[in-house]
C-alpha cells in the first residue's frame, strides 16, 4: 500500500504536462486530477506558472533558477526501488547510505540529511551558536538575507553583515575587524559564514584559506553555505573536499543542479553533526520513510555531478551571444557555472520579459538585472529557442 501511494506520488512528480495540458485541466492546487492522456496527477505539483499564461508555446523553459528540476525517469526509478525505514529511529539504511556518501564527498567525519537547504544552514548555526553568540556572514548570502532572519528569530543568534566585492567575496581584513573582543557590551563571535558559489561566482580559494586561518587564530568555527559548491568545483577542477576544507560544516544542496526534489546534506564533525541532529529534530525536519528523498539525492550524486559541465557550458552559450546585442549589457566575467545576467535598457524590462513568457520562457523577476539559470531541464535546443525569442524581441 505504502508503495502504491509513493508510485502515486511519483508519477505526480514525474508528469511533465505540456503548458496546454495544465493550463486546460484548470483545477486548484491540490486536486487529483487525471489528463486527457489519462494520467493521474496532483494538480498543486504541475499547475502552469501564472506568468506563461497566455504563451504562444506548449514547452515551458523555466530559466528563473535550478531549483525547478523534476526528477529524471531514473531518479524516479532509485526512488521507487529505495529499501526504507524510520529515520527517526535511525532504521532508513537508504538516509544512512547518503549521509555516509555525502561525508566521504566532502571530507568530513559526518553528515546529517535535512528537507532543505535553508534548514541545513539553520540547524548548522544552532549546533556552532548558543543564545547570545554572533555569526559573521556577506551581506548578500543567502543565509544572511533570505532565510527569514532565523537565526536571530529562533536561535537568539546575531547576525555581523560585511559587504562584499563585486564576486561576493568577504575581505580577511574586514572579517579581522569584526571579530569582537570578550567584553559584555559585545554580543560573543562565535562563527564565520561563508558561501560558494555566490551568484554562481567561484570563491577565491586562497581567500577562504585566510579566512578559515584567521577563524582558528581565535578560536571561531566557519560554516559554508555550499547549496551549488559542486557547480563551483566542476567549474574550477577543484575536488569539493578541498572547496570544503577550511569549513567545519558545510552544506550542500541536493535539489538545485543536481536535481533531486529536496533535500540537503549537512556535513561535518561527529560531535557537531550530533548537535545539528538535535536541531533538525526540534525544527521538525526529522522525517520518517524519507529513504524515498535520500534515493534520489544518491542518484543525483551518483549521475548529475560531472554533468553540470554541461549547464555551465550553456550558461557560456547563452551568456555570449546575448553578449552580441546591442541593446542588453551582458556581465560575461558574471557567467563562471550556471548563472547568466543580462540588463536590458529599463523601458525594456517589463516588455522583454512578457515577450519572453509568451514563448513560454521564464526568466528571474530580479531588476534592473535579469537572471537565467541553466539546469538539468535545459537542453541545446532551449538555449537555441531562448536566443530566437530575444533575436525577435530586439528585430520587432
Ligand atoms: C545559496 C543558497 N543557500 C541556501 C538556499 C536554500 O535552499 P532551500 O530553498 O532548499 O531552502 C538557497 C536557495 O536557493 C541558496 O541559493
Known sequence: MRRSMAARAIASISSRLSLTERMASGHAAGDWIRTAKGRDVYSGMTTAPTSVAGARTARVIDLRSDTVTRP???????????????????EDPTVAALEARAAETLGKEAAVFVPTGTQSNLVAM?????????????????????????????????????????????????????IKVDDPHYAMTRLICLENTVHGHIQNRITTHRIGELARSHGLAIHLDGARLMNASIASGQPVRELAQAADTVSVCLSKGLGAPAGSV????????????RARKLLGGAMRQSGFLAACGLYALEHNVERLADDHRRARLLAVNLAAFERLTVDLAATETNMVFVTPLPEHHGP?????????????????????????????????????SFRRFYRS
Open 72 to 90: 529524471s525517469e531514473e531518479m524516479l526509478k532509485a526512488m521507487a526501488q529505495a529499501e526504507v525505514g524510520d529515520d527517526v529511529y535511525g
Open 126 to 178: 544552532l549546533a556552532h551558536c548558543q543564545r547570545g553568540d554572533e555569526y559573521i556572514v556577506g551581506d548578500c548570502y543567502h543565509i544572511y538575507r533570505d532565510e527569514g532572519g532565523g537565526p536571530s528569530v529562533l536561535g537568539g543568534v546575531s547576525s555581523c553583515p560585511l559587504p562584499t566585492n563585486d564576486r561576493g567575496e568577504l575581505s580577511v581584513e574586514a572579517v579581522a575587524a569584526a
Open 266 to 277: 549537512l556535513c561535518g564533525s561527529a560531535g557537531l553533526i550530533r548537535r545539528a541532529r
Open 352 to 388: 522583454l520579459r512578457e515577450h519572453l513568457s509568451g514563448d513560454a520562457i521564464l526568466t528571474g523577476a530580479q531588476s534592473p538585472t535579469i537572471r537565467l539559470v541553466t539546469h538539468l531541464d535545459i537542453s541545446d535546443d532551449d538555449i537555441e529557442q531562448v536566443l530566437d
